[in-house]
């Protein structure tokens, strides 16, 4: 059974700090991972994708990847109220066709 | 410039009614999918289709039955609605795997309440 796995939270924050934000999966072969923001009542978005070992930043979130640990990462510098969202991590395994698991997501909070 | 659309945004019926949901995409994408979020907002796929051949089907009853009549359209029809079908159901697409990504394009969702 593939498993992808999230603290659910609720993580606060406050405004301006840093907010990390864990995931952890169960296969070996997956080579796709992403975070999607997800707001209340909206679809998800993705935010950042990440395939090899190491961080990958795009403003202020980093995504951190480490295969051998099965462990992915969301780091959201500078955190703004608008922020304040849950957090799906889905991971891609290329052993089946296309299909993406996505975690339970993590509900964050950015307070002012 | 609606990506990926569904209609309707909300849907309201009885028990035992038949319900179908449509989804379109103008990204021109070869694979969509269907996904059900429920009432504690876990995202579980139900299937897709890849230029218009079912490649994955998740275990959903048999009342749930998709239809891709184009690479461009994935219908979704429930037979015999039960409360338990109640959830917020979302169309997503992708471009074709090797493309070398598989980013996902959700759309708004349909919210479906079974009374």
């Known amino acids: 059974q593939k498993e992808v796995e999230q603290n659910s939270g609720p993580l606060s924050v406050p405004e301006g700090a840093i907010a990390s934000l864990n995931c952890t999966y169960s296969?070996?072969?997956?080579?796709?991972f992403f975070w999607y923001r997800q707001y209340s009542g909206k679809s998800p978005e993705l935010i950042m994708s990440?395939?090899?070992?190491g961080d990958k930043e795009d403003g202020r979130f980093t995504a951190q990847l480490n295969k051998a640990s099965q462990y992915v990462s969301l780091l959201i510098r500078d955190s703004q109220p608008s922020d304040s969202a849950t957090y799906l991590c889905a991971v891609n395994y290329e052993t089946s066709y296309d299909k993406v698991i996505f975690g339970p997501g993590t509900s964050l909070s950015v307070i002012p | 410039d609606t990506a990926v659309s569904q209609t309707p945004k909300y849907l309201v019926t009885q028990m035992g009614n038949d319900k179908s949901i449509k989804c379109e995409q103008n990204l021109g994408h070869d694979t969509m999918y269907w996904y059900k979020q429920d009432s504690k907002k876990f995202l579980k796929i139900m299937f897709s289709y890849n230029n218009k051949e079912l490649i994955i089907n998740e275990t959903v009853p048999n009342r749930f039955s998709p239809k891709s009549p184009d690479k461009a359209h994935l219908n979704l029809h429930i037979n015999s609605l039960e409360l338990g079908d109640s959830a917020v159901y979302f169309c997503?697409?992708?471009?074709?795997?090797?493309?070398?990504?598989?980013?996902?394009?959700f759309g708004p969702g349909t919210r479906l309440t079974v009374l």
């Open positions: 296969d070996r072969v997956s080579q796709s």
């Open positions: 997503a697409s992708s471009p074709t795997p090797t493309s070398g990504t598989y980013t996902q394009y």
């Open positions: 990440i395939y090899s070992n």
